[in-house]
């Protein structure tokens, strides 16, 4: 009772008073701000196709799976010889108005750097091509000294923007050294960030 | 001492323009917290897993009987070397096989991609035959110049197949010409394809 005593008896000018009166605002505002955000975090889900979606392309390696938002390429590795599957995999854009922005990013890779079994590959390249056939960017796993060295460094690409209904093709190209051995598995994820 | 009124009803607006102030920038404080709950990026991410396996090359390279030839681990690259003459032109048959492992058929052809010192070659094709002596010709050097860089593709039948790598050359003296070339393998009707590099050497 004594310091609630103490605590009534001070003054305050009114620059202290509105002082408080702002931080009090700030924190009515952050747990407005909170109540807010749980509104949003109840959305309708709806079923729908992505804005861009992975489409079949005509030299999807055999025993792949493509889905909209989801596919699996099962591709090759020869040594010493270079295999390129021109057209692995197609990005389509399904919105027929608006261009949208998208970005390659890999988020996994095994095996994993310092492993002697990285050294069965020499490159992995994914390079991106417009609907004219022109190149627009890649992200390229290149081996030295059993590790993955990225590019671009970080293994995420800037973010091109696909136009509307387009349909852009990723180029595929593996590579492995003379001395690799058959049936040594590569597994890359990359995930294609939409905007 | 008094002020006088004017003096304090200066002081009083003042007061009241202090607080207006503070009260302007408690809303802005709070309509910031507003605005920031109302913007933000729609944004997803599609996922794709590759697998690369390391496999067995379904077409190989195997050393002719002309010339004299390396085939380097695995059997996907080789070098090849052969004499060019001065007088008249030599034909090499064949100083590569190409040989077929896999039961797909293949299409091939041969692309030069790089040189040295070929202003030398009077005449240097290089081409392709079967056991039935089809012809395709890949690359033509006339006089020190490519005619052709790029052959046209050749069939390669499936599983026991064969194809024969031959060159024809002469030469104006005895330098060495290095030629460059991808061996195409292409999966019919795709545009799926292997690289192999042959290099020839000629002396």
Request: some cysteine.
């Amino acid at each position: 009772m004594k310091n609630l005593k103490i605590i009534g008896n001070i003054k305050l000018n009114k620059s202290s008073k509105f002082l408080i009166l702002l931080l009090a605002s700030i924190l009515v505002g952050t747990a407005n701000a909170a109540i807010f955000y749980s509104l949003t975090m109840q959305p309708q889900v709806t079923v729908s196709i992505p804005v861009i979606k992975f489409d079949h392309a005509d030299d999807e390696p055999a025993g792949s799976t493509v889905d909209d938002a989801w596919c699996s390429l099962t591709a090759k590795s020869y040594p010493n010889a270079t295999l390129t599957y021109e057209q692995a995999v197609n990005l389509t854009n399904t919105d027929s108005v608006n261009a949208h922005l998208f970005r390659l990013t890999c988020i996994s890779i095994t095996p994993a750097n310092g492993s002697a079994d990285v050294g069965n590959w020499t490159s992995i390249k994914f390079l991106v091509y417009n609907s004219t056939g022109d190149y627009v960017f890649s992200l390229n796993f290149t081996v030295s000294d059993n590790n993955w060295g990225l590019a671009p460094t970080g293994g995420q690409t800037a973010y091109y923007s696909i136009p509307a209904s387009a349909s852009w093709s990723i180029r595929l190209e593996t590579l492995s050294p003379a001395a690799a051995t058959e049936g040594k598995v590569c597994r890359i994820q990359i995930t294609v960030d939409v905007q | 001492m008094k002020e006088d009124a004017p003096m304090q009803k200066y002081r009083i607006y003042a007061q009241k323009i202090s607080q207006l102030m503070w009260l302007v920038v408690t809303l802005f404080v709070l309509l910031g917290f507003l605005f920031s709950n109302v913007y933000g990026n729609t944004y997803f991410a599609l996922l794709t897993g590759p697998r690369t396996t390391v496999s067995s090359p379904p077409v190989v390279l195997q050393v002719g009987i002309a010339g004299n030839s390396t085939i380097f681990m695995n059997n996907t690259s080789a070098k090849t070397s052969a004499v060019a003459p001065t007088s008249t032109p030599a034909n090499y048959d064949y100083v590569l096989k190409v040989v077929n492992e896999a039961s797909d058929l293949w299409k091939i052809r041969l692309k030069a991609y790089s040189q040295s010192n070929i202003e030398r070659l009077n005449n240097c094709t290089i081409y392709f035959h079967n056991a039935s002596d089809d012809f395709s010709g890949q690359v033509y050097i006339v006089n020190g110049n490519y005619t052709q860089q790029t052959g046209p593709w050749y069939d390669l039948p499936a599983s026991p197949t064969e194809t024969y790598i031959a060159v024809t050359l002469e030469a104006d003296n005895s330098e060495v010409s290095y030629i460059n070339v991808y061996l195409e393998i292409l999966i019919p009707n795709k545009t799926t394809y292997i690289r192999y590099i042959l290099t020839f050497e000629f002396t």
